[in-house]
């Protein structure tokens, strides 16, 4: 079962079942693209033929294939395209921290978007894309259609977490360890790939892996990450005026959800957010059926 409350501005869902049907087997069916900023080559892979276009950005350590099952939900009913972020798989891998900078990330989705022949698009972002899709919203909210994130509250909320929060600080220790010199060092596409489940989708997680940068994968840390002594930013927020949906995971060990927690006081459009018990934090990958169904229930409505 599930249960439906409504607090002033917005809906909170927490759902344990399926809403759609099994989707079909095997691979989206995709056309590969690039696009250029500032000499950089970013490739994107884009599904459906018609439909408000749908733009999903993927997190760490992951790249455009992380959202095949959404993809596949979607395609009948909206033009998606999923990016290769910079320094991952097919798009270039550039030299230096400022190059990961997330203005820099933030201007590769604009990119895409007028590649693919759009003014605006749905933004969608999980982990280090939902960094990405938040500072998007933000930023270029003439850009941005819709808002969904996967499991990377808001980044007030996760700041003050990181202030506040003995958890969450020690369960960050991961991303300190990220920034420190020569971390790229210890990792590869082996270690990289130890939460995909399956052996075919890993194989292709290993591949890609294998032809990312690791040293520019962790260059989001090093450059955009928080740092000790952590320090809760009481500032004015950038008040969000489009439909917002939140979809988290609550077995997340990386992004704890007590940073939901007033997520409604920062947004001035309406906020649906769906909590997964069970779920980790690569929520759409331990339940793509349910975050397929979610998201295309959610782009479907009022339309």
Known sequence: MYSISILRRFVVVVLGFSVVGAARAGDAKVTHHYAENDGVKIHYATAGDSGPLVVMIHGFPDFWYSWNEQMKALQSSHRVVAMDLRGYNRSDKPKGLEQYSISVLVSDVATVIRD???????????????????????????????????????????????????????????????????AHEKLNAERLTRWVKGEA?????????????????????????????????????????????????????????GALNRTWEWIDGDLTMVTIPGAGHFVHHDR????????????????
């Not at 919203?137 to 808002?147: H, I, N, V």
């Not at 969904?148 to 990181?162: D, F, S, Y």
């Not at 591949?207 to 990450?225: P, V, W």
Request: proline fraction near 8%; avoid cysteine; glycine fraction near 6%.
């Open 116 to 182: 693919a022949g759009e003014s605006k698009a749905v933004i969608v972002g999980h982990d280090w894309g939902g960094m990405v899709a938040w500072t998007f919203a933000m930023t270029k909210p003439e850009m941005t259609e819709r808002l969904a994130v996967l499991n990377l509250p808001h980044p007030k909320g996760l700041n003050r977490e990181l202030a506040n929060n003995p958890d969450q600080q020690r369960n960050s220790q991961y991303a300190r360890n990220f920034q420190q010199p020569g």
């Open 288 to 303: 793509p059926k349910l975050v397929s169904g979610t998201l295309k229930m959610w782009l479907l409505r009022d339309r």
């Open 201 to 257: 989708k890993r194989a292709k997680y290993i591949e890609a892996m294998e032809r990312s940068d690791i040293k520019a994968m962790l260059n989001y840390y090093k450059r955009n990450y928080p740092r000790p002594p952590y320090k809760e930013d009481t500032s004015e927020p950038v008040r969000l005026k489009m439909p917002v949906l939140l979809i988290h995971g609550l077995a997340d060990q990386a992004l704890l959800h």
